[in-house]
């Protein structure tokens, strides 16, 4: 089955600066792939995906980048808030299956 | 983006009473929604598969006599923790699949519910 591993496990960055997250995943036909943003005490919000036919895709200061060849997906954060401190969860699915997540990286921005 | 409202968020009960909890999709119709129970400062732990008019499905060690889960609408599922532990004590989260996300339905997930059994 599908296995998604996720670094780091824990970030830390100045206001301003760029964050990134990356995640590996183990199943070829896995062809989405979202990103959730879970705050203290609160569920997980969908904040960028991709399918597998797109390379990149942006929204404001996040994008999300896929490499197919490697089995790997990143978050890019851009200009970092003290808002955008949570823990991010990454995930991978194929249509039908569950969707399997990471195991999370907890995010601090520094004001 | 999808909504789906999840009720209590907070529910603190004695031990060897039940809790229910109520997961709802608000602007669509959600043949299958989803139970995870998450614990502090780790991922989300696939429960159950919530089926619309059929029995749940349950992830191995889940235990289907004590995590009651009912989907009795397309927009309603309810999951109950009969006769609550301590070790029940959690995070318990629901999500429901969008029907309308295109080739990939996207998943969205309710606020949450902080169980807590004294």
């Known amino acids: 089955g599908e296995n998604v591993e996720q670094h780091p496990s824990t970030l830390s960055v100045q206001e301003g600066d760029s964050a990134v997250i990356k995640c590996t995943y183990s199943?070829?036909?896995?062809?989405?792939f979202p990103w959730y943003k879970q705050e203290l005490g609160k569920g997980p919000q969908l904040i960028i995906d991709i399918r597998s036919n797109v390379g990149e895709k942006k929204d404001q200061r996040i994008a999300v980048t896929l490499n197919k060849t490697a089995k790997h997906f990143s978050l890019h954060i851009t200009e970092t808030q003290p808002e955008d401190s949570a823990v991010y969860f990454c995930?991978?699915?194929?249509?039908?299956?569950?969707?399997?997540f990471g195991p999370g990286t907890r995010l601090s921005v520094l004001p | 983006g999808a909504v789906v409202s999840q009720h209590p968020s907070r529910v603190i009960c004695k031990s060897g009473t039940s809790v229910k909890i109520e997961c709802r999709s608000l602007?669509?119709?959600?043949?299958?929604m989803f139970w995870y129970r998450q614990f502090p400062k780790q991922s989300l732990m696939l429960m159950a598969t919530s089926n619309e008019g059929s029995k749940a499905t349950y992830e191995q060690g889940v235990e289907k006599d004590k995590f009651l889960i009912n989907h009795a609408s397309l927009t309603l599922s309810t999951l109950t923790v009969t006769s609550a532990h301590p070790e029940d004590s959690s995070f318990y989260i629901c999500?429901?699949?969008?029907?309308?996300?295109?080739?990939?339905?996207?998943?969205?997930f309710g606020s949450g519910t902080q169980l807590s059994v004294l």
């Open positions: 995930a991978a699915n194929t249509y039908g299956q569950n969707f399997v």
């Open positions: 199943d070829s036909a896995s062809n989405y």
């Open positions: 999500s429901a699949r969008d029907p309308f996300g295109g080739v990939n339905e996207k998943l969205f």
């Open positions: 602007d669509f119709q959600a043949t299958t």
